[in-house]
């Protein structure tokens, strides 16, 4: 049977040369970072190797990028870091409500430590508004944090706006840009973005690792204790194979990432029209152009994206929904709600991300698939046909 991976936002096969170096940085260059014999010195030039090719990528000073343990960590760090930090200036955050839950768990967690935070509502295509964020600054804001584009819909925002807002504040500007890094431009310097997050397994580099940008200047504390590792930022003896790999990765995705671009959204449209050309009562869910290339995220009304997703399983496709039924509730994505999307429609979402390794035959096979599954799960709605009928009888009265 046919393999199609369609969950690239989740996750993403390393590349083979990001595999071999982590390998041979875990056999052969296993010394530790900071040992200054031969074998601790090969293991910290290619770490320094790593923050070059990383901060290239973003525009960064290779001083400004601190290793993590991944985007979660980086976020963490971020957020926590600064609101700390500059307590004594104030204890307001502005985030919105579509962070990934590495942004929102943090926020929610600083409120019980006495900060206030202010969740941005987003509108129907996902997209915060300038106006509301302007609004919502008070001399009490430390940090402002909105992700670069949402995991869920790819609904990019206009980060060059908030940075340049955030900076005539003088407030701190922290991006999630776990989902843009290595995939579309971005420029730290351009967008005055103080804090940027990146997770190397979504650039087809290793899990486990990824990296915090820090302007230089920025006031912020530690969240971790017990080294002097990552300037004292971050303790703890680096993870050389998996930043090795991680600098690999991204100056692999930089050197495509123009390529990749024009393919991935050349397939994605052809996908959201092939899924609209043959199944009805569809709805694409998130902005209808500022959205990521590899980004599908779309609505069957009807059926239950679970169920869809166990059937597009059986036949070799892998996705995901919006509904969070697998994290064990059966509430839908927050991000749709936020969206106003309302919870029938929201739980027969479906995201499907593509990634550089999906052929025109891919997504021929998933058009050939997806309405057959549909028809079938659709046939079993009593919704479904009461819809049909009362349509046909509208049909036949006028
Ligand atoms: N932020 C966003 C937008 C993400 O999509 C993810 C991963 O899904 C993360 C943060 C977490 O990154 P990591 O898996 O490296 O901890």
Do not use: W
Not at 40 to 63: F, H, S
Not at 124 to 152: C, F, P, Q, Y
Not at 160 to 182: E, L, N, S
């Amino acid at each position: 049977m046919r393999r199609v991976y369609l969950d690239h936002s989740a996750t993403t096969p390393v590349r083979p040369e990001v595999a071999e170096l982590v390998c041979k940085y875990m056999t052969v260059h296993f010394g530790n970072a900071s040992s200054v014999y031969s074998f601790g010195r090969e293991a910290r030039k290619a770490v320094e190797n790593a923050r070059e090719q990383v901060a290239a990528v973003i525009g960064a000073d290779p001083a400004e990028i601190i290793f993590t343990s991944g985007g979660t960590e980086a976020d963490n760090l971020a957020i926590m870091g600064v609101a700390y930090a500059n307590e004594k200036k104030g204890n307001h955050i502005i985030t919105t409500q579509i962070e990934h839950h590495a942004v929102l768990d943090t926020c929610h967690y600083l409120e019980k430590k006495g900060f206030e935070v202010t969740y941005l509502p987003v509108d129907e295509h996902g997209l915060v508004s300038i106006r509301d964020l302007e609004n919502s600054i008070t001399d009490k804001t430390v940090l402002i944090s909105v992700m670069h584009a949402n995991n869920e819909v790819g609904t990019i925002q206009p980060v060059a706006d908030i940075g340049r807002i955030a900076r005539g504040r003088g407030v701190y500007f922290h991006t999630d840009a776990v989902q843009t890094f290595g995939k579309i431009p971005v420029n730290v310097k351009d967008m005055n973005i103080d804090l940027l997050a990146v997770s190397a397994h979504k650039i087809y580099g290793p899990k486990g690792t990824g990296c915090l940008y820090i302007r230089k200047g920025t006031k912020m504390n530690n969240i971790m204790f017990g080294g002097g590792q990552e300037r004292k930022r971050r303790p703890g003896t680096e993870n050389v194979p998996g930043i090795v790999g991680f600098g690999q990765a991204a100056e692999m995705a930089a050197a495509e990432m123009d390529q990749q671009m024009t393919y991935l959204a050349k397939q994605r449209d052809r996908l959201i029209a092939g899924i609209f050309k043959s199944i009805d009562h569809v709805k694409l869910n998130g902005h209808p152009e500022k959205r990521l290339p590899g980004n599908v995220n779309v609505s069957f009304r009807f059926v239950e994206g679970e169920s869809l997703l166990l059937s597009l399983d059986m036949k070799g496709i892998a996705a995901s929904s919006g509904s969070a039924c697998t994290s064990g509730s059966l509430d839908p994505s927050h991000v749709l709600l936020a969206m106003g999307i309302p919870h029938e429609i929201a739980h027969g979402s479906l995201r499907m991300t593509l990634g550089r390794g999906n052929t025109e035959e891919d997504i021929d096979y998933v058009l050939e698939v997806l309405p057959e599954i549909l028809n079938r799960l659709r046939a079993m709605s009593p919704l479904y046909h009461q819809e049909k009928e009362s349509k046909e009888c509208c049909q036949s009265v006028h």
